[in-house]
Every structure is written in structure tokens, then in C-alpha cells.
């Protein structure tokens, strides 16, 4: 088998890993350093986030104003320090990012602009036009292509992480091209794979969003963090999941229910206004829109469709050169994919899964557990979103950690002994063994892979959606465990080497039956309601017991060992999360 | 309306065959599936040993480009009843090699990205303490539609002078150094106008403008090349002329 050598290795080539990349290249040229994704980085999730990324700097602003919005968004459960590190750096790394070129939106006196954005009570949301991530993710890309140190691995896929002695040592992975099974050997190895949302029917995520990295950690021994915490945001395309960007909220847009009424004022959202009011009605915070339409939805006040209840996002009212100008990828993305022109007409939403706020336990240079391993964006858990992150803090997520946990894999890479592939080549040997056996030359079966991912897909959303009580999460808990064992009876038409994506496939169904399981037994272990974690039998906060992040553990069981860590108050008690006022 | 239609899918697996065939399915057809839809519908329901690659479905992310009927097409940009009532021909994106079915190799084109210097080159860097460059909405507009390429390559298969000479650096590549050459941040172009001006550069361009046609995000590259042949003719008379101060 071919083995190559590397000081750092960062899996996935998104906003996190070609930010860590750059890091890594920085501290030190001298260190090896690669990036290996299963997919070209150009394509990674980033790609698709539309509204913004925040950091204070305005003059109106401050960095406390930040985190107190980032805090209360999250009812409490993000660590303050990290949160409190967020906003600092925050506005450091965007300003490198412009000065990288990336084509942020601006003021007539050339300054960067900012607009508001859902839970924030100033305006921080540095933008370009309704692209930022598409703008931020090529901007990245296309700086890392001047640093020669940054070699890539594109289209290989990452099978398990190889670990002795208590250290992660490197990589198994797939050339897709070829078949061929390589082994990457590197002091320190970071996942940069982005979320899980793909183990939901009804999600924003691309296809690739599988849970890779989460996967890999959790194979390997190191905790998912607050899995239990899966944001919907309130205003996707029915039928595609396509999302329309809060920021035509921001600008303006109103949710309005069946009768033209715009119920978020029912909610305890504030008072509807013409103009857009910071933390109020439509730029409340993702969660509680989300539930408000769920129970709106009861009301029988929804309209029907037939891909689900939806509601009216209006932003006729902001007229055709604003739209064009902000957010004229909504117009785009309606007129392509639902058919309609939003300057005329109103755009029907529903709640759809967005992004994760757990991942792998790290702590707020990335490190993980397991010494050797880091990782950051939506793949980790630092954690600065606890139970429900605000809007447009994720892009500025990736840049922050992405850059501080590079920072930190240079410098242990920089101190460690290199690895040999003696220690390690038992382990190499069972994974070459493993994926012949149960993919490539894997005979029978009748199960196909998509029946499995729809069944998994199902249960998450009956049982782990908006609101959640014990009775469905004892029964998804059960369903999932009885679907492991048929997706173990999977049947495959494709035996060949050559760019194999049925095998891919098999691979990330078990990825995400990983992050499946975890989201679940975490769900069903928080006897509360925080944030994004509604439980209908236990619909109040309780600090006392559940102040804590939750850390879920792989065991040899079907269900995962469920451990509670601290959360870190520096500043701001927990308090009563008020919007409106 | 029928309820299905057919797709006649390019097959090429380089380990059983030798050259590419095409194989037909029926798909259910609706009105909302975009083609690529169907061609899920055969990996997941039919046939899973086709390989196709995808992921964000809202075409941005650029990875699901392929021929239909002939046309360089982003296939989750381009929805089934504008091909009804079919059959719907797929094939990999033309003058790529293909890999297997409808993927291509596009190592070509990741390295023509990087010859030309896609970056912001300075003399000098200003430091992150004196904040952003102040850029205007007018100069920020003067380079803003060439930053909108999402690599989809619907241009290299569009563009004829590929089809001839593979080692054309090719529209989107161009396109991308003026991205950076009109960005006023930028003071790279001189740079740039040396490795386009080489023989796989601009010339090379004969301006058929296919390649703005088939551009899902309406990012011009001909418009691009013939702005920068502009630039390039100018420059190359400045260092002819008698009274040039080079």
C-alpha cells in the first residue's frame, strides 16, 4: 500500500480547513502540510451560505454586544470564554479575509457594510450580497493555491483515523479516480468535514454533509458535544430544502401565516413594525421561529402543500433594485427552483435542518481528546453556539477556530516525534481488509442503501424534529438500532475501483448512522428545553441539572455512554432570553 | 403527461469496457425534478453502479455539469420538462477525459486556475491594524460579475478552441484574472498579462462567445478575453511606440 507523510493533515477543504491550512502554512513553511477532501475544496458546503458573517466594526458597536447576543442566543449552554475569544478575533479575520479579496458588499466611502441579522442587536453581519459563502470559500480557495507548502489530496475519501499509543497518527483513505487505498501518515490530523445535516430528509445540507469527521472522532474514541442540538431554520424552499437567506429578513421580509398575518407577534417576538426592529419578529432568533411555526402549524393557520405546511415569506414590499442589489440569489433560487418571481409574488417556507451546534468535543484551540487530533467549523463543538447559534456567527466560526486550531496542529506537529508505519500498520492492514470484505468484494444482501438512508431520515424527523418528548425518543432510539443491523445487509451493484460512488455512499450512511445515533441518545438524555432542544415532557430550562454540555461516547453497545461537562460562565449569568423588547 | 421519461445515460467503466455506451432508463417525470433528480433517482432506485458527481443542489457549488442533449449543462439548473417528452440524452462534459460515466478529469483545469495567479498580489501588504482597503460599490462593480464563476467548466466543454487545443488556458481561467486584475486591491495584472499573453493564452481565443452562452452565473469570460485582448494590445504598442516611456 502507498503511504505518505505529512506533519499536518486536515480532512475537508471548507471554510475551516483551507483557513487552518493558511495557518499552518504560516507558522512554520518548513512543515509538510495537506489537505485532503473527498470532494474538489471549491465544492465544500461553504460554498452555499448566503446571509453574512459577523464582527463587530462598526463604531455603534462592541465586542460585548456580541457575545451577550451570542450567549442568550444560545441560552447560555456556549462556553464564555470561547465565546468572549470569538468576538475578539473575530474582526481580525474578516479584515484578513478582505485583504485576501474577498468582494465583500460596501458603503459608499468604500468601508466594508454591515446589515442586521436574526438574535443580533446591532448591525455586524459583513456580507457579499447573498453569497458570502460561495465569496469567502473561493477567496480561501484561491489564496491557498500562492502557498506552495499547502499540498492537496482532491477526491480522496477518509475511511478511519489511525491511532496508537493514545495519539492519532494519520489517515486511511480512498483516491476515488483509482480505488487505490493509501495510507497518510501525519503527526497532527484535523477534521475540517463540516456537519451532519444529511441524516434528516428535509435540509439545507448539500449531499456531501455527512458527518464524516464527527464519525471518525467518534470511531476513534473522542466525545460528539451537545449532538442534541440541531438547528431548523425557519425558511426554506419546500420540496428542495433550497434555503432563502435571513437576510431577506434582515432587509425586510415578513413571515406571514394562511390569513396574511404575521404571527411571529403571537410568540412573544415583539410587535410587527414596518421596518425591520433588531432582536424582534422576523430577526428573532432561528429557534424560536422555527417553533413558532410548528405551533402555528397546529393552529391550523398554515397553508397546505404537498411537500408539508408552509408559511409566506413577503419581501415584495422591498422592491425590485433593493432585491436585485441585497439578495438577488433569493430572486434567482425562486424563479429556478419554485417558479416564481419574489418581486411579485410570496415565497412559501417551512422550518428546514440547517446546521449542527454539537460536533467533536474540542476545547478553544480545537484540540480534541485524542492527542493529535483537532478540528473545527461546523464538524466540531468549541463550543460558541451551545443550544442555538445566531445567524451568520458560523462563517465567522470556520475563519476564527479554523485559524487557531491550524495555529495549534503546527505547533504540536512542530514538538511531537514523527510516526512510523510499524506501529500502525496492523490497524492499516484490518481497514485495507475491512473495506474489500464489506464494500468492494462484498457479496449478497437485499437492502439498498437509499431504503436505509430514507428509513434513518424518517425517524430523525418524526422522532428528533422541532419538538421532541421521551416516548418518540425511546422509539427512534430502538428503529435506529434495528436499522444498523440491516444497513449491515446492504446489497451493492458496483464491485469496481474506478471512481466508486456506491461505495462512498455505504461509507457515508455509516457516518451519518453515527451522528444519528449520538443526535438521539444525547435528545433523549436532556430532560429539558434549550434552545433548539424542545422536549414537550420537559418544556422548561432547567439550569441545576442541565447547565452542562453533553458528551456522547461510542461504546460497543447500540447505544452511546452520555457524559456532562461544565459549561464556562465568565460574565453573564443565565438569564431569561428576551426578544421583542 | 406521460408519467415517465427517458434518460439515455452515458456508461463508460473503464474496467469492463473500452469504450462509452449509453444506457436507457425511465424515470418518473415531474415537473419539479431537476435532471438531476433523475439521475438520483437511478443511482438510489435503479442502477447503483452509476457514477455522477453532485452535492449542493441549488447551483453554486459547481460539481454537476454535464452534456445534455449536446449542451454543456448544470443538470440541478435545468429541470426535466424542458426536455419533455425526452429521451434525454447524458454524457460527460466534453474534451475531459472521462474517469467513468458522467465524471471527468479536471486536474487540466486545476492547474490552469493556478497559473494565473488567482490571488490578491501587492507590493507591499497593508497590516490587519489599518483595517480593510476601501473599495467602492462602483470599483467593487468593475470586477464583481468575474468573481461569480462557480468552476462549474460549462465553458470549457462550450468552448470550440479547447476542442482543438486542450492546453488553451481557456475562458473561465481568463475570466478569473480579471477578477483580480480590476480589483482595485489588486496590482497583479502585469503579472498576469505575462502568462496570459504565452501561446496556450488569450490569443488563442477566437471569440465564437459560446462560452457566455452556456455560463450559468452569467459571468461573461468572451467579454472578459476581449477586454483583456484590449489590454493586452495596448500594452503590447506601448512598448513599440518611440514616444513610450518603457
Same mark, same amino acid.
Given at each position: ?13 471548507g ?11 504560516e ?16 465544492r ?17 458597536d ?12 444560545a ?8 465565546v ?7 474582526p ?12 465583500? =458588499?460596501r458603503? =459608499? ?10 438574535g443580533?442587536?446591532?448591525q ?11 465569496h ?12 506552495d507548502?499547502?499540498?492537496?489530496y482532491?477526491?480522496?475519501?477518509? $475511511?478511519?483515523?489511525l ?13 476515488l479516480?483509482t ?6 501518515l501525519?503527526?497532527?490530523v484535523?477534521l ?11 435540509? $439545507?445540507?448539500?449531499?456531501? /454533509? ?9 470511531? &476513534?474514541?473522542?466525545?460528539? /458535544?451537545d449532538?442534541e442540538f440541531?438547528q431548523y @431554520?425557519?425558511?426554506?424552499l ?7 437567506t ?17 404571527y *411571529? ?5 415583539g410587535k410587527?413594525?414596518?421596518?425591520p ?5 422576523? *430577526? ?20 397546505e ?10 419581501i415584495r414590499?422591498?422592491?425590485? &433594485?433593493k ?5 438577488p440569489?433569493v430572486?434567482e433560487?425562486?424563479? /429556478? ?10 415565497i ?6 440547517h446546521?449542527?451546534? #454539537? ?8 484540540a ?21 447559534r445566531?445567524? =451568520?456567527?458560523?462563517? $465567522?466560526?470556520?475563519l476564527?477556530?479554523g ?20 506501529a ?17 468484494? /462484498? ?16 425517524i430523525?424527523?418524526?422522532c ?5 418528548n421521551?416516548?418518540d425518543?425511546?422509539? #427512534? ?17 458496483d464491485?469496481s ?7 462512498t ?17 444525547s435528545?433523549?438524555?436532556? @430532560? ?6 424542545q422536549?414537550?415532557d ?12 453533553? *458528551?456522547?461516547?461510542?461504546?460497543e ?15 453573564w449569568?443565565?438569564?431569561k ?5 | 403527461m ?8 452515458? %456508461? ?16 418518473p ?9 433523475a439521475?438520483?433517482?437511478?443511482? +438510489? ?6 457514477s455522477? !458527481? ?12 454535464m ?8 443538470t ?5 420538462s ?10 460527460p462534459?466534453?474534451?475531459?477525459p ?23 498580489? %501587492? ?10 482597503? %476601501?473599495q ?20 470549457y ?21 480579471q477578477r483580480y486584475?480590476?480589483?482595485? !486591491? +489588486?496590482?497583479?495584472?502585469?503579472? %498576469? ?12 481565443c ?11 452565473k ?8 476581449? !477586454? ?5 494590445a ?13
Amino acid at each position: 500500500m502507498d503511504v505518505f507523510s505529512h506533519d499536518v493533515l486536515i480532512v475537508g477543504g471548507g471554510g475551516a480547513g483551507l483557513r487552518a491550512a493558511i495557518a499552518v502554512a504560516e507558522t512554520d513553511p518548513k512543515l509538510s502540510l495537506a489537505v485532503v477532501s473527498k470532494v474538489y475544496p471549491m465544492r465544500s458546503h461553504t460554498v452555499s451560505a448566503e446571509g453574512g458573517a459577523a464582527a463587530v466594526i462598526k463604531d455603534d458597536d462592541s465586542l460585548d454586544d456580541h457575545a451577550y447576543d451570542t450567549i442568550s442566543g444560545a441560552d447560555w449552554l456556549c462556553d464564555q470564554d470561547a465565546v468572549e475569544l470569538f468576538v475578539n478575533e473575530a474582526p481580525g479575520e474578516m479584515l484578513q479575509l478582505e485583504h485576501w479579496g474577498c468582494p465583500w =458588499s460596501r458603503l =459608499s466611502d468604500g468601508s466594508v457594510a454591515v446589515r442586521p441579522f436574526g438574535g443580533m442587536k446591532k448591525q455586524r453581519t459583513w456580507f457579499a450580497a447573498d453569497k458570502t459563502g460561495f465569496h469567502m470559500l473561493h477567496a480561501l480557495f484561491q489564496t491557498t493555491l500562492k502557498y506552495d507548502p499547502i499540498q492537496r489530496y482532491d477526491e480522496y475519501f477518509v $475511511t478511519k483515523l489511525l491511532v496508537d499509543d493514545g495519539r492519532c497518527r494519520g489517515v486511511v483513505a480512498i483516491e476515488l479516480a483509482t480505488g487505490r487505498i493509501v495510507t497518510i501518515l501525519a503527526k497532527s490530523v484535523m477534521l475540517c468535514t463540516g456537519g451532519c445535516g444529511k441524516v434528516f430528509p428535509f435540509t $439545507t445540507n448539500a449531499n456531501i /454533509k455527512n458527518g464524516d469527521g464527527m464519525s471518525l472522532a467518534y470511531r &476513534a474514541g473522542a466525545p460528539l /458535544k451537545d449532538m442534541e442540538f440541531v438547528q431548523y @431554520h425557519p425558511t426554506g424552499l419546500p420540496f428542495t430544502g433550497i434555503l432563502i437567506t435571513e437576510a431577506s429578513r434582515a432587509e425586510g421580509g415578513w413571515l406571514l401565516n394562511k390569513d396574511g398575518y404575521r404571527y *411571529l407577534q403571537d410568540y412573544d417576538l415583539g410587535k410587527p413594525e414596518p421596518h425591520p426592529v433588531l432582536r424582534s419578529m422576523e *430577526l428573532g432568533p432561528r429557534d424560536r421561529l422555527s417553533q413558532a411555526f410548528v405551533q402555528e402549524q397546529e393552529k391550523g393557520r398554515t397553508f397546505e402543500g404537498p411537500y408539508g405546511n408552509y408559511v409566506h415569506l413577503d419581501i415584495r414590499h422591498l422592491g425590485k &433594485a433593493k432585491i436585485d442589489k441585497s439578495i438577488p440569489f433569493v430572486r434567482e433560487l425562486c424563479r /429556478k427552483y419554485v417558479n416564481i418571481d419574489p418581486v411579485h409574488e410570496m415565497i412559501p417556507v417551512r422550518p428546514v435542518v440547517h446546521y449542527i451546534m #454539537g460536533g467533536v468535543h474540542t476545547d478553544l484551540d480545537g484540540a480534541t481528546p485524542l492527542a493529535g487530533l483537532y478540528s473545527a467549523g461546523e464538524a466540531a463543538c468549541v463550543s460558541i453556539n451551545g443550544a442555538n447559534r445566531l445567524g =451568520s456567527n458560523s462563517l $465567522t466560526e470556520l475563519l476564527v477556530f479554523g485559524a487557531r486550531a491550524g495555529n495549534a496542529a503546527a505547533k504540536f506537529a512542530l514538538e511531537v516525534e514523527g510516526n512510523g508505519i510499524s506501529a500502525i500498520s496492523a490497524q492499516v492492514g484490518d481497514e485495507q481488509r475491512r473495506l474489500e470484505k464489506d464494500f468492494l468484494e /462484498k457479496q449478497g444482501g437485499t437492502e439498498r442503501i437509499a431504503t436505509v438512508r430514507e428509513e434513518m431520515q424518517k425517524i430523525m424527523e418524526e422522532c428528533v424534529g422541532i419538538y421532541r418528548n421521551g416516548k418518540d425518543l425511546e422509539r #427512534g432510539a430502538e428503529e435506529l438500532a434495528k436499522l444498523r443491523e440491516r444497513a449491515d445487509n446492504i446489497a451493492l451493484d458496483d464491485h469496481s475501483h474506478t471512481f466508486n460512488t456506491e461505495l462512498t455512499a455505504a461509507l457515508e450512511l455509516g457516518y451519518m448512522m453515527d451522528s444519528a445515533e449520538a443526535i438521539i441518545h444525547s435528545a433523549k438524555a436532556r @430532560h429539558e428545553s434549550r434552545g433548539s432542544h424542545q422536549r414537550t415532557d420537559f418544556p422548561e430550562r432547567d439550569d441545576d441539572k442541565f447547565l452542562q454540555h453533553s *458528551l456522547a461516547y461510542r461504546t460497543e453497545s447500540d447505544a452511546p455512554r452520555i457524559e456532562y461537562t461544565p459549561v464556562s460562565i465568565t460574565r453573564w449569568p443565565p438569564g431569561k432570553r428576551v426578544y421583542g423588547k | 403527461m406521460a408519467d415517465t421519461i427517458t434518460v439515455s445515460v452515458s %456508461r463508460y467503466r473503464p474496467e469492463q469496457e473500452s469504450e462509452p455506451t449509453f444506457q436507457d432508463y425511465d424515470v418518473p417525470f415531474r415537473d419539479d425534478w431537476a435532471v438531476l433528480d433523475a439521475i438520483n433517482h437511478i443511482k +438510489d432506485n435503479i442502477d447503483g453502479s452509476l457514477s455522477h !458527481r453532485w452535492s449542493c443542489r441549488m447551483g453554486v457549488c459547481g460539481s454537476c455539469g454535464m452534456m445534455v442533449n449536446g449542451e454543456p449543462t448544470l443538470t440541478c439548473a435545468a429541470f426535466l420538462s424542458q426536455y419533455a417528452p425526452g429521451p434525454i440524452r447524458i454524457e460527460p462534459l466534453r474534451y475531459f477525459p472521462v474517469i467513468r460515466d458522467l465524471v471527468v478529469d479536471i486536474t487540466s483545469f486545476m492547474t490552469k486556475l493556478k497559473k494565473v495567479k488567482p490571488w490578491i498580489i %501587492r507590493k507591499e501588504e497593508k497590516a490587519l491594524s489599518e483595517g480593510e482597503y %476601501r473599495q467602492s460599490p462602483d470599483e467593487l462593480d468593475a470586477y464583481k460579475k468575474y468573481s461569480m464563476c462557480i468552476n462549474c467548466l460549462l465553458c470549457y466543454s462550450a468552448c470550440p478552441v479547447i476542442g482543438l487545443e486542450p492546453n488553451f488556458i481557456g475562458p473561465a481561467s481568463i475570466a478569473l484574472a480579471q477578477r483580480y486584475n480590476l480589483d482595485s !486591491r +489588486d496590482e497583479g495584472a502585469l503579472e %498576469r498579462l505575462s502568462i496570459l499573453s504565452q501561446d496556450d493564452g488569450m490569443w488563442q481565443c477566437t471569440f465564437v462567445g459560446e462560452c457566455s452562452e452556456v455560463c450559468p452565473k452569467d459571468v461573461d469570460p468572451a467579454g472578459a478575453i476581449q !477586454r483583456y485582448k484590449l489590454t493586452g494590445a495596448a500594452n503590447w504598442f506601448e512598448t513599440i511606440l518611440p514616444w513610450s516611456s518603457k
